[in-house]
């Protein structure tokens, strides 16, 4: 997970630019792709591969 928070951090606060020139379905399409890999990666992952596997979707889901 620290990778993936890393790798989301260092793009800088895109969510917060576009929110602030009023493109705010931007970002509410964004964050939504973004849950929805991740709830799918997690019904994928978390039989396999535990408490490991939520932590891999978490922070695939945050590099999209």
Known sequence: MCIGQ???SS???VG???NMTEYESYTVH???I???INFILCLV???HFGAAG???SV???LVF
């Open 6 to 8: 890393l790798f989301n």
């Open 54 to 56: 939520v932590a891999l």
């Open 11 to 13: 793009v800088g606060s």
């Open 16 to 18: 917060l630019l576009l």
């Open 59 to 61: 922070s695939l889901s």
């Open 45 to 47: 992952m978390v039989p």
């Open 34 to 36: 973004s849950a929805i």
């Open 30 to 32: 964004g964050i939504t």
